[in-house]
Structures are given as structure tokens and as C-alpha cells.
């Protein structure tokens, strides 16, 4: 009994299908320019429909929030990756935004100057300024090692 239904719903939606499909072949012979109109109208409604989304504005996968940090607050300085590499440095430049402060690729950039602080030095936030319109840096000043005293900036994703 219910193969007799299900067939039925067939056979009345393949008569409906074939029915729209010979109208609209009459359409084309007798008015094409309806026709054609019709479907250029509905080409330009869905086109206008896909282009209208998004509207709100969407942060990007790319960013990311970083913990509170207070102005003259004590933290210590560790590194992103600090996991995979515990005797990594800390990078300090004299300049918030230092492009080339990170290329040191001679030996000497390396020692002195209090530049590569090692990870667990207590340091105290002096200032905090965005550079590039997303990165902030934070002006450190160092509160333990031979450095103490001296300042230098560095990524705010640095502090913990």
C-alpha cells in the first residue's frame, strides 16, 4: 500500500517537472525575450545577493588577544616558543618596531649590551606603544642580572 502512494507522489511530481519544462519550451517559441529577461533578472538578483553579505565587521584569524598588561607592574620575560627552546633569548631593542634589530646575525650583535635577556628575567613595564597598527610593545626596564636598571622594548607577547 505504501509502494502505491510512494509511486503515485512520483509519477505526480515527474508530471509536474514536465509540465514546467513544456511551458517554458513555449515560452521560448512563442516570447523569448520574456523568457531570456526572466532568467537575466534572476542571474542579476542571485549575483546581488552573493555580493551583498558581510556587511559587519569581522576580526581576522590572524589576531589574537594578549593578556592584560599594566603600566609599572613586574613580569618576566618568556619567549612564544619558550617549549621547544628553554635557552632562547629575549630580544630587546631600543626602538619599538625595530625591523632590523632582529636581523643579528653576526656574533658580535649577540653579546653585550644587555640585547638578548635570558628567559625568566623579572622586568618591570615602563611604557606601552602599537607599532604597525596591531603590535604593541612594551619599554622594559630590567629588575634582576647584571642589566639591572638598563631598558629596552620588546613584544608585548614576550611578558608572562
Known amino acids: 500500500m505504501s509502494d502505491d502512494k510512494s509511486s503515485n ?16 519550451l513555449e515560452l521560448k517559441e512563442s516570447n523569448p525575450k520574456v523568457l531570456f529577461g ?5 542571474v542579476v538578483v542571485i549575483l ?8 559587519s565587521v569581522k576580526k581576522s584569524l590572524t589576531e589574537f588577544k594578549i593578556g592584560n598588561i599594566s603600566i609599572g607592574q ?3 620575560l618568556r619567549g612564544v616558543n619558550n617549549r621547544y627552546d628553554v ?17 643579528d646575525t653576526e656574533a658580535e650583535d649577540r653579546e653585550g649590551g644587555c640585547k638578548h635577556m635570558p628567559q625568566g628575567t623579572k622586568v618591570k613595564v615602563i611604557q606601552i606603544q602599537k ?27 614576550n611578558l608572562k
Open 9 to 24: 507522489k512520483a509519477k505526480a511530481v515527474s508530471n509536474a517537472i514536465s509540465n514546467a519544462v513544456s511551458k517554458v
Open 38 to 42: 526572466a532568467i537575466g533578472v534572476l
Open 48 to 55: 546581488a545577493l552573493m555580493m551583498s553579505g558581510g556587511s
Open 74 to 76: 613586574t613580569y618576566e
Open 87 to 103: 635557552k632562547a633569548t629575549i630580544r630587546l631593542v631600543s626602538v619599538p618596531g625595530s625591523l632590523a634589530a632582529y636581523d
Open 131 to 157: 607599532a604597525f597598527k596591531t603590535t604593541k610593545f612594551a619599554e622594559v626596564e630590567m629588575l634582576a642580572g647584571e642589566c639591572v636598571g638598563q631598558k629596552g622594548w620588546t613584544l608585548i607577547n
